[in-house]
């Protein structure tokens, strides 16, 4: 089965921009719909952007379409995600989910098999 690792996480200041990794061990990443999710504390979690298998289509929450890109480069197994003009809704703990059987669009809509640990996004005003 497949494992991920995110990274790319840090501190940064509003308007700023980070990077996110998600890099897939034991399985190959290019057979997976993957979605980024992130949950603030006292906040549900919510997914922010998916990318299906083959990098066919993408989704995006609204609170982030303009300023999040999604992407994949099935030959690294990393999917990333570009965070441009971050504000203070966007602190949070970001982590990636992959999924044989969904698509960009529906993977937050049940609970993804396979989940990263996270990584930690803070933006300070």
């Known amino acids: 089965q497949v494992q991920l690792q995110e990274s790319g996480g840090g501190l940064v200041q509003a308007g700023g921009s980070l990077r996110l990794s998600c890099v897939a061990s034991g399985d190959t990443l290019k057979i997976y719909t993957v979605g980024w999710f992130r949950q603030a504390p006292g906040k549900e979690r919510e997914v922010v952007a998916g990318?299906?298998?083959?990098?066919?289509?993408?989704w995006y929450v609204d609170s982030v379409k303009g300023r999040f890109t999604i992407s994949r480069d099935d030959a690294l197994n990393t999917v990333y995600l570009q965070m441009d003009s971050l504000n203070t809704e966007d602190p949070a703990v970001y982590s990636c989910a992959a999924d044989k059987h969904t698509t960009a669009r529906a993977i937050g809509f049940t609970t993804p098999p396979y989940w990263g640990r996270g990584t930690q996004v803070t933006v300070s005003s």
């Open positions: 990318v299906n298998w083959g990098g066919t289509g993408t």
